[in-house]
């Protein structure tokens, strides 16, 4: 018989009677274990072997078979020891990089892992690995790590028949000491014209309810008042030289005009000229105009005739 433990040790061993006994004896105490021990659950132990297998944890079976975590650990045991086994034996597979990744000098993820912790005067026994089986046969390696230039959770796959690696995120990759590249900064997020005029309205203060008050119109100069009239003056200064062909009443004086509303008097359109009568004969002797009184002129009105 070809037998091999933990740490990968080959082992012969004779099949005689003993070992036989040896056997049978053992797989009497597991039976009785087994039937003391089943959970009173739906679930099966082969269905809380496989569901360990993939990655579940105790403590998650045994909330979905209703149980505790003491009875799921009596067939989970021989399963997390295999996921701890399948992790170490990734230890000494050979790392497959990608494409155009930087090759390493290491020639197995432990030796890898190993000197880029002494770079760091980190301890490589730091990181905690963990392993699974996946569907396909093959076995999600993790290993969380923390260190002071960073923390992480690395994913590799672990083919073992291949005895290699692949490295699945950036933390693995950093793990096995390759460089990553500075990440991209992000791009402007391209905003509308219009939503951005709109925000920009929406950001400007709002206008006054109360509308300014309107300029004050130009007011126009008042109306400068009459000189005061010399009573001495003769009236022939005020009538000039002509001489009228007839007898005419004083005008009386009108009210001074009110100031005009725009700042600029409208010019008054040309009256239509009257026709021209015919100029009556002019006496051959000049008459002596009239003079009126001062209060005739003050205050209106004429002489009766």
Not at 3 to 20: K, W
Not at 200 to 208: E, G, I, L, S, W
Not at 218 to 225: G, M, R, S, T
């Amino acid at each position: 018989m070809f037998l091999v433990d933990d740490e990968d040790r080959e082992y012969t061993a004779d099949i005689d009677d003993r070992l036989r006994a040896a056997l049978e004896a053992v797989s009497t105490r597991r039976s009785e274990q087994t039937v003391n021990k089943t959970p009173s659950s739906s679930l099966r132990p082969r269905d809380i072997q496989t569901r360990i297998r993939a990655g579940e944890s105790a403590e998650e079976v045994a909330a979905v078979a209703g149980t505790t975590v003491e009875k799921i650990l009596a067939f989970a045991g021989p399963v997390l020891a295999e996921r701890e086994h399948m992790a170490q034996r990734a230890q000494q597979a050979s790392v497959r990089r990608r494409p155009g990744e930087a090759a390493s000098t290491a020639r197995t993820l432990g030796e890898a892992v190993s000197a880029h912790f002494q770079t760091m005067y980190a301890d490589p026994d730091s990181v905690n690995w963990d392993s699974y089986r996946r569907p396909d046969g093959r076995w999600k390696l993790t290993g969380e790590y923390e260190t002071p230039e960073r923390s992480g959770i690395a994913e590799l796959t672990y083919d073992a028949p291949g005895n290699y690696v692949e490295l699945d995120n950036d933390d693995a990759r950093w793990l096995t000491g390759e460089k990553l590249e500075a990440p991209a900064p992000e791009p402007e997020p391209v905003t509308d014209d219009m939503l951005a005029a709109r925000r920009r309205r929406a950001k400007a203060p709002a206008a006054p309810a109360t509308p300014p008050p309107a300029p004050k119109p130009v007011q126009e100069a008042k109306a400068a008042k009459p000189a005061p009239v010399d009573v001495d003056t003769p009236l022939e200064a005020f009538l000039g030289d002509e001489t009228p062909t007839e007898k005419q009443a004083p005008v009386p004086a009108e009210p001074a005009a009110e100031p005009a509303a725009a700042a600029t008097p409208a010019e008054p359109e040309p009256a239509e000229e009257a026709p021209q009568k015919p100029a009556k004969k002019s006496s051959s002797r000049r008459k002596r105009a009239s003079v009126p009184s001062w209060d005739e002129i003050m205050f209106g009105g004429g002489k009766q005739d």
